[in-house]
């Protein structure tokens, strides 16, 4: 048996909510424990600073300079570092603020308890990121298939597919058919299509794929007659603007 | 051979798919519990039969995701599973233009090159019903890919008022209606005959040498303007049998297993090589290797085309890419 990996838990500017589903893992979380210890984990047995680590998990965005030192100063003591949620990996829900008009984006980060940095950023947009599990919150079968293929020396393959792939797998009707705006083509599968299966549209929570044909879409959803701040709200929603302009 | 016809009573259907089933798994077309149309196993629901499924029966042979075996270190050596399949199957009012794409299936796994184990396996213990379209489906063209009559099936079956005429097709059809015959009334009818048109057309005449020919068109890149790569058409296509094989494993390696998921020609990662060079990275080059492969590709290695003229993948698309118009453009171009 090789060495334990050591691991730690990390939060920024977030709800720690996929730091807490790491605990609907259950049994398999137990099992995992046989070959991962938890060295730094506030919810699990308390905050450790300072340990050298082989994994940080880090959700959450950085929203203010602390966020930075911090994130800074657990990359340079990691080996791996993976950004963890739709916070961490897109800006997720605090990333909104990123697209809102100028006017208001100064009225909002003058009401901040702490000092704000102008704009909301991901995890990967500050430090070298190894891995990124998409999702809000995160999915924690994707962290385990991570440690495992870490563990076993295996690189793991986090490959670029969209939901429709998933959701057509699962044999669903197209909610683009009943005039419900759906991100699925452009968003990052892996979720097995949660949403469109229960009938709600796909809001990109796991983030845009690569190659995603965002106008081609946007052009769908203008010949359904949606809204067009209905159009921008679910674009911007968990991302950013795919369609902003240089300079903007 | 029977001499005799048959017909099954509508108000006998479920008792036939019930004493069926207790042999074999028996997929019917039904809804689903979202409200697309599919293939399910049997379970007393309500057959569909007034049109096409949205889906193909594809996932009753090959499973979105599927076990091949289980590995594991033992010890010192490495002990390797395989899965078992679990007995029959019957795909129960299979359309004829599904049947083709079995046939395609056939010719990959079993006839050109290697024969595929695990389909051999499933496809032995499959049998099909065929139930022939009586009216034309929204999108089919079938008439113009010569796939309206079913093939390589076990039971035929033509939708009337009040009742299923069913003629046996192959040795194990016979044996079927000899068990399940108190459940069968003899007709002195002949088989129906069927006469309709489909609505789309797609004219093949040289259609492989016309599209060899338009390779670099303009067309493609119109197309893949909006072309959104969701992999939709992939995914619904009855004879796309591109999969992927990956190995997964369990915390400890004793368990892991090898599957195999399907793939589509519309990602990247299809021709992802080492080194992560990608061969078709634009969204043209992809969408043209999937119409390419249906119409021209598939006919250099087999005596027949891969797209069986059902219509799917232009009911499913998003952004309502047309093949049979693609191809239609193309041979005004290059004709």
């Known amino acids: 048996m090789a060495k334990k990996m050591r691991a730690g838990f990390y939060s920024l500017s977030c709800c720690e909510g996929c730091e807490l589903v790491v605990f609907d893992l259950e049994e398999k979380l137990l099992k995992a424990l046989e070959f991962v210890e938890i060295v730094d984990a506030r919810l699990f047995d308390g905050n450790h600073p300072n340990e050298k680590l082989d994994i940080a998990i880090v959700e959450g965005g950085v929203q203010s300079e602390l966020d930075k030192k911090h ?14 949620g739709a916070c961490a990996t897109i800006a997720g829900i605090p990333g909104i603020r990123n697209s809102l008009p100028k006017e ?127 159009i921008h709200n679910l674009f911007t929603y968990f991302n950013q603007n795919p369609f902003k302009k240089e300079g903007e | 051979m029977i001499q005799e016809k048959f017909v099954l009573k509508k108000e006998n259907l479920h008792a036939f798919l019930e004493a069926l089933s207790k042999d074999m798994e028996v997929f019917v077309p039904c809804h689903n519990e979202n409200g697309a149309t599919t293939f399910l196993p049997y379970n007393g629901q309500e057959i569909y039969t007034a049109a096409q499924t949205f889906y193909s029966p594809k996932q009753a042979l090959n499973k979105p995701s599927e076990k091949e075996f289980f590995f594991g270190k033992k010890s010192s050596s490495v002990e390797v599973e395989r899965v078992k399949q679990n007995g029959g199957k019957m795909i129960f009012g299979i359309r004829p233009c599904d ?32 139930l022939v379209c009586t009216e034309p489906c929204s999108n089919g063209f079938c008439h113009s890919m010569g796939t309206q009559e079913p093939t390589g099936h076990d039971l035929l079956m033509v939708e009337k008022a009040d009742s299923f005429y069913i003629e046996a097709a192959s040795s194990k059809g016979e044996e079927l209606i000899k068990k399940h015959r108190g459940l069968l009334n003899i007709t002195k009818f002949q088989k129906p005959e069927l006469n309709f048109e489909c609505k789309k057309k797609l004219d093949t005449r040289n259609l492989k040498e016309i599209l060899d020919k338009g390779f670099f068109s303009k067309v493609w890149e119109e197309e893949g303007k909006r072309d959104l790569n969701c992999t939709s058409c992939t995914q619904v296509c009855p004879s796309c049998y591109c999969f992927l ?56 290695n087999n005596d027949m085309m891969l797209c069986i003229g059902c219509g799917r993948c232009i009911s499913v698309c998003p952004v309502g890419i047309d093949l049979t118009e693609i191809a239609a453009k193309i041979r005004s171009e290059f004709e």
């Open chain 2, 245 to 300: 094989t990956l190995d997964k494993f369990i915390l400890n390696t004793e368990n892991s297993e090898r599957f195999r998921e399907w793939d589509s020609c519309h990602l990247q990662r299809f021709t992802k090589v080492a080194g992560n060079h990608i061969f078709r990275k634009s969204r043209e080059s992809r969408l043209r290797q999937f119409v390419m492969h249906k119409l021209s590709y598939f006919q250099k």
């Open chain 2, 99 to 130: 049947t083709h794409a079995v046939k395609a299936f056939d010719k990959l796994y079993l006839e050109y090159g290697e024969v595929d184990p695990f389909y051999r396996e499933k496809r032995d213990s499959t049998l099909l019903a065929a």
């Open chain 1, 71 to 84: 994130l800074e100063e657990i990359r340079e003591r990691s080996t791996y570092l993976v950004a963890f």
């Open chain 1, 104 to 230: 208001m984006q100064a009225k909002l980060n003058s009401k901040a308890i702490i000092p704000v940095k102008e704009k909301v950023f991901p995890v990967p947009a500050v430090v070298k990121t190894d891995f990124v599990l998409q999702g809000c919150p995160a999915f924690t079968h994707e962290l385990l298939d991570l440690l495992v293929a870490l563990y076993h020396g295996k690189k793991p393959v986090l490959e670029n597919i969209p939901v429709c792939k998933e959701c057509k797998e699962r044999e669903n009707p197209c909610l683009l058919f009943e005039g419900i705006p759906c991100l699925g083509p452009v968003t990052y599968a892996g979720c097995k299509a949660l949403c469109p299966t229960e009938r709600a549209q796909c809001i990109g929570c796991r983030g845009f794929t690569e190659d995603a044909n965002f106008e081609a879409l946007r052009k769908r959803f203008r010949k359904m007659d949606v809204d067009e701040r209905i």
